[in-house]
């Protein structure tokens, strides 16, 4: 609201944020420019995010348990997007290391002194692959910013970065790096451009430029999964945007999962508030991309015959994804499946039959099995120019890998 004065009062933003975490590093090194672009003041908020984890029953470790192509899938997407961002990078070998010590001197220190010390302590772990838990490392470091060590001991400081990190969990804060304004929250460096709008900001987000000649996005998708419904509303027009082809493939994702070794629904592995996230995420990116979406009321959905008819008939994709993440079509039903595509003008009956053929089938398995000799590890999954995309949010790395130079 406005003061007396009649100026209004620049907007609030949290960003909680962890040393130990290479995202919220990346973001660390963003946000101040997007703060400078909406006029909205930054609050810098240390926390652990180990206490995260255990305040909302996560594991420790949560990467650890992650299948071979999923760790391969993340641990390439990190380095891709911090040269996107020209960030310095190097991945620390000592990765994790408990970060307790440093995240009590940030929080003992204060305004731009926590600022300067988050930057030097970021740097330290994320380009220096220095130990952080070594004290002729943090020590100079801490005091070169106006904190002595010992203030790490503080009961004081100790009571105040657990109480920080309570607040922030029940906030619903249950990773980092987390974005907050007016109450709410967004996870991850590659919301940003959300966070911006709703500081009233105008973002770019998909790039500009043309495409390589001959550029195709290959578009691994499956109807069972709602990034896979928001991505397939986008893909066609954002490669048209800059010249490239798509090659819709789809594949069967719960056979992808068995083959790497991944829960077959993996939102029903999150934690409570990591889902209730998932939902509002969703709804945020149907916003963004300004597409209606409703999530499932028949999810899980086995979508084989779904998939044989988008093999059948191409063309039916962007009909079958409406019928399943904004009509909830049972797409578990044959006969729902065919009168549904009968309504949408295509001959429903005639397609489901033709779904039994030798070849049809054959080619869905052969999609998926091209997916997981690929190294996908979940849907949407693209590909261009040899690089590998995974999520409805890396269609704008995958039109910049596809421009040309």
């Known amino acids: 609201m406005p003061g007396l004065s009649g100026v209004a009062k620049p907007m609030h933003l949290r960003f909680y944020y962890d040393i130990v975490c290479p995202y919220a590093y990346l973001a660390s090194r963003r946000v101040e ?14 926390v652990l995010l180990g206490g995260l984890f255990r305040n909302h029953s996560t594991a420790d470790v949560p990467a650890a348990s992650y299948a071979q192509a999923k760790a391969m899938v993340g641990a390439a997407d990190l380095i891709h997007e911090a040269k996107c961002v020209d960030a310095p990078f190097v991945s620390n070998p000592r990765h994790p290391q408990r970060s307790v010590t440093v995240m009590r001197l940030l929080t003992a220190a204060e305004g731009a002194e926590r600022v300067a010390l988050t930057h030097a302590l970021y740097t330290a772990y994320w380009v220096d692959n220095l130990d ?39 906030r619903g ?4 790096p987390t974005f907050e304004v007016d109450g709410k929250i967004w996870w991850g460096q590659d919301r940003m451009h959300l966070v911006e709008e ?20 290959d578009f691994y998708h499956d109807f069972s999964s709602p990034y896979s419904y928001l991505a397939a509303t986008q893909i066609e027009r954002a490669a048209e945007r800059i010249g490239a082809a798509v090659a819709f493939k789809p594949m069967l994702l719960g056979a992808l999962f068995n083959a790497i070794g991944t829960p077959n629904v993996p939102i029903f592995t999150f934690g409570e508030a990591r889902r209730a996230y998932a939902m509002r995420d969703l709804n945020d990116w149907a916003s963004y991309w300004d597409v209606p979406f409703k999530f499932a009321p028949h999810f899980p959905m086995r979508t084989v ?46 397609l489901v039959a033709a779904t039994q053929d030798p070849a049809v089938k054959a080619q869905l398995r052969a999609n998926t099995e091209q997916a997981v000799a690929i190294g996908a590890c979940g849907a949407p999954t693209m590909v261009v120019g040899g690089q590998l995309f995974w999520g409805n949010d890396r269609i704008n790395r995958v039109l910049k890998a596809a421009l040309a130079d």
């Not at 909205?40 to 908020?45: G, R, S, Y």
């Not at 001991?153 to 100790?158: G, R, V, Y």
């Not at 804060?173 to 980092?176: N, R, S, T």
């Open 198 to 217: 709703a500081l009233g900001g105008s973002p770019r987000y998909l790039p500009e430029g043309q495409a390589k000649p001959g550029s195709v996005i």
């Open 132 to 170: 952080i838990n070594d004290p002729s490392v943090i020590g100079p470091l801490a005091e070169a910013h106006g904190i002595a060590l010992d203030r790490a001991q503080e009961h004081a400081i100790k009571d105040a970065l657990r109480v920080q990190t309570k607040d922030a969990s029940d």
């Open 305 to 350: 015959t779904a998939g044989r008819v988008a093999i059948i008939k191409p063309e039916t994709t962007a009909d079958i994804y409406r019928m399943a993440w904004v009509d909830g079509v049972d797409l578990n039903d044959d006969d729902a499946l065919a009168a549904a595509l009968s309504a949408s003008g295509h001959d429903g009956d005639a």
């Open 173 to 176: 804060v249950f990773g980092v």
């Open 33 to 46: 420019a997007l703060a400078a672009r909406t006029g909205a003041e930054i609050e810098w908020c240390p």
